[in-house]
């Protein structure tokens, strides 16, 4: 399954590709009978790709021959019934790639000379990071998360499992029957102690948040074993086991979301204590210009907006058009990716909450 995990994967689709690049969103759905109406809509969004095309250079001969690849999948019913809830779709004369995203799309089509990623700035900007690490009598497991990816990292060199580490026959069993035994509350607390020595080194990301998963019992015993600062208080209680991946995943952010809306509220709060020292800008040119030279630190771009034009990479020059044409770029697009590719973030906001009422806003870095 081409399932999108980084910034990275797209890199090859970054670049300058032969002749007209073609880019297609949609939502898909992942079961049930609503899966039948996924090759229909992919059907009728590949027509409006041709009638986009019928207007460009191709004759129609070259049209045909250019869709080819995407329509092969239209009778590929296996695909259709296999989805998530999005689909991300980049096609030229010299390559034809998709992602299954766990993220919705507004239909898009787009052709221009290069592809159009501002739709997977929300799943490709990590503005928050956080772990889950999953604790079962039989298993540990730690994900390292953002908004929509999960990795499940691997461990080494710590007991993946209570038996292992402390050699009980039915531990499981013992311990609910026992569970004001301060003998089993010390086993357990010495089982915590030596997972989280081994835990240390794969809490790389700065800040990032951790939430404990496990039997509710546990909780409090872990947190006494734990030295890592950015633990929660809420945890996801049960036997993980009986969750998988995406449902932890899912749990989990329901935790996070509110520190999201925070950072969020504190990018647009620190834009406007900036404004008009020249740390902030809402003008698209310039804005355009610094992120390309590295300049954006953090970057607000409207949803479901596009602004098409051209930058001259040589000369510096940014040149906006009225015109959706495959010789335009969208500008908003080129901006986020930019921004990302430096190191900046980028928060997609509904058109109203830019900061500063403007089409774009930009904190710069200096």
Request: charged fraction near 25%.
């Amino acid at each position: 399954m081409n399932t999108l995990q980084s910034l990275d994967e797209l890199m090859p689709l970054m670049h300058r590709h032969v002749g007209i690049c073609v880019s297609i969103y949609m939502p898909t759905a992942r079961k049930g009978m609503e899966t039948q109406q996924n090759q229909i809509r992919y059907k009728n969004m590949l027509r409006q790709t041709e009638e986009r095309l019928a207007g460009s250079d191709l004759r129609p001969s070259e049209v045909k021959e250019f869709l080819a690849p995407a329509q092969d999948l239209i009778s590929d019913e296996l695909f259709w019934r296999n989805q998530k809830d999005g689909l991300a779709l980049f096609l030229s004369q010299d390559s034809f790639n998709y992602f299954k995203i766990p993220q919705s799309f507004e239909e898009l089509v787009v052709v221009s000379e290069r592809f159009h990623f501002k739709p997977l700035i929300g799943f490709l900007s990590n503005d928050v990071d956080f772990y889950i690490l999953a604790v079962s009598q039989n298993n540990i497991r730690l994900f390292e998360c953002s908004r929509y990816q999960k990795k499940e990292v691997q461990l080494a060199g710590i007991p993946l499992s209570l038996e292992e580490a402390l050699n009980l026959d039915d531990f499981e069993k013992r311990l609910q029957l026992h569970t004001g035994s301060e003998d089993t509350k010390a086993l357990v607390l010495k089982f915590f102690q030596q997972i989280e020595r081994g835990l240390r080194e794969h809490f790389r990301k700065k800040g990032a948040l951790l939430v404990f998963a496990g039997v509710e019992y546990l909780f409090p015993i872990y947190r006494e074993a734990n030295t890592y600062p950015y633990l929660l208080e809420n945890g996801i209680f049960g036997n993980p086991e009986t969750l998988t991946a995406d449902e932890l995943h899912d749990q989990a952010w329901s935790f996070i979301e509110p520190t999201a809306q925070e950072k969020r509220e504190s990018a647009i709060g620190r834009y406007h204590q900036n404004a008009g020292t020249g740390l902030t800008s809402g003008e698209l040119k310039e804005i355009v210009r610094s992120s390309y030279h590295g300049r954006v630190a953090i970057l607000f771009v409207p949803v479901g907006v596009q602004q098409w034009g051209n930058f001259n990479r040589s000369s510096n020059e940014v040149i906006l058009t009225g015109n959706a044409d495959a010789s335009a770029e969208d500008l908003l697009d080129f901006a986020a990716i930019q921004t990302l590719l430096n190191g900046g973030v980028v928060y997609t906001l509904a058109p109203e909450e830019i900061p500063g009422e403007e089409l774009v806003a930009a904190i710069f870095r200096y």
